[in-house]
């Protein structure tokens, strides 16, 4: 072999190879997800992540402009016959049971449910309306019995099993002053995914929970009230905040909605064959410093 040839072979091989990467089987093709939250943070992460594997993936929210601009932008990245979006308010029964209908027309199926949709109130307990108490539980706790009831209604009916991830809260175990209403919701969507659990696990349909600790970039939560609240409680300013969950943390790292996302795709995939009933914290080990 002359050197030119030698190097077309070296090329070919290195070609051959990156072919073979990108033709190797991704590990949720042919799945259907139901991402409710799908439109922002955290659940478009998520989205994004499981669009990533192969899956397609149903965007299930309640805001209209940012579910088409979410649509449009994941569709022109992984194909529009990969994603859909349906406008579902998480707390109406029949708004609910007609979005998992939609995702069923278009994909004939359902394999995934990610349950995020969500929002977060801060208040002292003597200031807490009756209606903030209620947006919370309705919202988180009723909202996350609404999608996953239909989802296991559906994986029953198949009889193939199913992958059901919740995203609770750090919140939902820990206790935190001025937020009574988002942490009570919180802790009802983990005990939630744990009779959940012992439920479908005949079935083979699993149902795990990731406990995000304080996500602010890309997060709606953290660009109203919240943000200022949770400022005001811990004294800081809130350009500070950020800097501040960092510090708080064993890792030193803040979490990002992208490191939530890989522990939705782990959740929802097989390489969590044996897990359920489970807690995943993602919080940079916030969890463990509080009792240092
Ligand atoms: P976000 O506000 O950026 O996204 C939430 C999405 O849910 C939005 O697109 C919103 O339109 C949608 N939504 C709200 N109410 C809905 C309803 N009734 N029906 C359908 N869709 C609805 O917030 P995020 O930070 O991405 O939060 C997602 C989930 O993660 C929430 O359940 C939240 O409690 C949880 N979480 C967030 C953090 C954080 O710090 N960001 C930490 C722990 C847990």
Known sequence: ?????????????????????????????????????????????????????????????????????AKAELSKAFGADQVRGVLVNVTEEAAVERGFIEAVAEYGGLDILVSNAGIASASPIEDTTLEVWSRNIDILATGYFLVSREAFRLFRRQKLGGAVVFIASKNGLAASAGASAYCTAKAAEIHLARC???????????????????????????????????????????????????????????????DIAEAVFFL?????????????????????????
């Open 1 to 69: 072999l002359d050197e030119q040839e030698a190097f077309d072979i070296e090329y070919w091989l290195l070609e051959e190879a990156k072919l073979q990467r990108m033709r190797r089987p991704k590990s949720l093709a042919g799945r259907v997800a139901f991402v409710t939250g799908g439109a922002g943070g955290i659940g478009r992460a998520s989205a994004e992540r499981l669009l990533r594997e192969g899956a397609c993936v149903v965007l299930a929210d309640i805001d209209a402009g940012s579910l088409d601009t």
């Open 196 to 258: 959940l659990a012992l439920e479908g696990a005949e079935a083979g349909i699993r149902v795990n929970t990731v406990n995000p600790d304080a996500v602010l970039r890309g997060s709606k939560i953290w660009s109203g009230e919240w943000r200022e609240q949770r400022a005001a409680s811990s004294r800081i300013g809130e350009d500070q905040l950020e800097e501040h969950y960092r510090a708080r943390s064993l890792l030193k790292r803040s979490v990002f909605p992208e």
């Open 268 to 292: 929802a995939s097989d390489l969590s064959a044996k897990s359920t009933g489970n807690i995943l914290n993602v919080d940079a080990g916030n969890q463990i410093s509080f009792t240092r």
